[in-house]
């Protein structure tokens, strides 16, 4: 099974959904291991894992949600991640800061989904900084591989990724097409710029020089 995790904000669900099409995927929903399947702050999917799953992991055991039965290894994963102002302004542009720190954390924050708020906590509240850390930790070993791409560049480096993935090449011609994604950062006035850039300078500096793409 391939699996496809993410920071979030950076068109992952368009993309899950696209590869579960194509391949053996995990849900773009991020249902797994709930009792009734549907979408939201499910800390026990896969979409948004704050470290890469184990072969024992329980949401592997997909006949708990009616989906299939018997159990489902990872055969080679992938995780996208982006810079974290980027991503949590449009999480929380969408109302869905809250759920998305749920999806990670197993525990919802105090801001509920107020961009003022958090940025007054000046908490990473969606421990992205810990999240990045792990599935870029080459000492963190699992079974199979795993390939860290820079969501702004999965467009540029998708015959790379098709062939991580299995997939043919010539399915990027099925692949959409990048749409353009307003920049929210330069739409805040100085005040927050500061606050959010002291919440995630660190890392936004860390991702920055990360390269595009990289497999452990």
Known sequence: ???ISS?????STM??????KR????CPRNSEGLVEPGAGGNQLGLKHRIIPPLENDVPMHRDRVGESSGSEKITRAIFIFEDPRVISLSLFERKIASGHALAITGTRPNHN????RFLQEGIDSFRFSEQFANWS???????????????SQFWDLLPVILSFAGLPENYQAEFPPKRARANRYDELDTKDKDRLDEIYRN????IEGYPDCVII
């Open 7 to 11: 920071m979030g904000g950076c068109a």
């Open 23 to 26: 391949t053996e995927c995990n």
């Open 137 to 151: 930790n080459a000492e963190i070993q699992r079974p199979y591989f795993r390939m860290l791409v820079r969501g």
């Open 113 to 116: 989904n107020q961009l003022d």
């Open 203 to 206: 890392l936004s500096s860390s």
């Open 15 to 20: 993309i899950v959904n696209w590869f579960s």
């Open 1 to 3: 099974m391939l699996l």
